[in-house]
């Protein structure tokens, strides 16, 4: 899939100038960005959402109870 995107020149230019000192394409750059800024949202609603399931119940485990919980 080909998707466009605007920029101006010195957006462009610094685009470009990062992916060469990094030796990568503007495409794997670019693509590496935008999941990278997918999965840094999802782990902060997973956060979100046990830091407010912890807040319901701040019942805590040490890894030994886990261990014998899990038959480990």
Known sequence: MTISVRLTDEDTKLIKAYADMNNISLSDLIRNAVLEKIE??????????????????????TLEEVKKELGL
């Open 40 to 61: 840094n949202e999802y782990d902060l609603k997973c956060y979100e959402k046990a830091i407010a399931e912890y807040k319901k119940n701040p019942k805590t485990y």
